[in-house]
Each structure stands twice: as C-alpha cells, then as structure tokens.
C-alpha cells in the first residue's frame, strides 16, 4: 500500500510509479494478455523489445532468476528436513518418555528424579529446536541454511569424484 502513494505527478499526464507497482501492473498485464499463462522465449524478447530493455539485460535477468528459483528450491528442501528433524526428534521424546513415565508408574513412582534429569534436558533442547525453527531470525537462519547447502555441495563433488574413479 505505501508503493501507491509514493507515486508522482511530474507533468502533463505524466505519473511515475515505483518500480514495484510498474512490475506488478505489468505482471497483470502480461497475464491478462497471454490466453494459456505462459509465454515463448521469443514473446518475452518482444516484449522486453517494446519496454526498451536491452537482451543483453534480459539475459542478465534470465539467469539471475534461475540462480533465484533453485536457491528457493533448496531453501523449501531446507526447511522441510529442519521441521522433520525436529517432528523425529520430538516423536522420540513423546515414545520414550511416556514409556518411561509408564515404567515409572508400574514400579511404585521411585524413578521420578532420574526421569527429570534425562528427559528435563531434552526437553529443554527440542524447545530450543523449535524456537529456531518455527521462530528463526534472518542472520541465524541464513548461517543455517548457507552451512547446509556447503554440506550438500561437498557431498555432491564427493560423489562426483568416487563415480568418476569408479567409471575409470
């Protein structure tokens, strides 16, 4: 909403938008225009041809929004196998500790301090877990997320090279 006021008279009819508004207008456009949603490679030069912008820009552009799509790719992936970790983990506590909690009934209750010390500190780190993960601030997330994707890289070229050594 602040995008819309931000826009200018400059002149005679002229009004000037923000970057942001002009993109989505366009986007609305360009979609209202194209009966199936999609277009050609060639109607996205054409068109970038009719606004002025160079192909040589629109290539720049092209290949930053695939660096874009797979880096949201591998940050949905990230994700997921962060809240499955953490649904694992906490499944584990539920399993064991109503196992232990049941044992402890059975036995007369005189295992209640050793349950506290056991399950109080796990307790305490899927708390943690799930405060990172369901409350994450940008810088801890992002350290997260870029110390995963080198993981994931390291072990791509670790198998890169034992396949490469195994086709020799």
Known sequence: MTGLM????????????????????????????????????????????????????????????????????????????????????LSQFVIFGGFSLGLNFLIGGWLIWPIYLIFGPWALKLAWDAWRIYQHNDYTYSQEFERWRRKKQVKRAVNRFFSWLSGL
């Open 6 to 89: 931000a826009e200018r008279y400059v002149g005679d009819d002229a009004l000037l938008y923000p970057a942001e508004d002009a993109q989505q207008i366009l986007q609305i456009a360009i979609a209202r225009e194209t009966e199936s949603g999609e277009l050609s490679r060639s109607q996205l030069l054409e068109i970038a041809a009719d606004l002025g912008i160079a192909s040589e820009t629109l290539l720049a552009a092209e290949q930053e929004w695939q660096v874009r799509k797979f880096e949201l790719a591998d940050q949905k992936l990230f994700d997921q196998q962060r809240r499955q970790r953490f649904q694992h983990g």
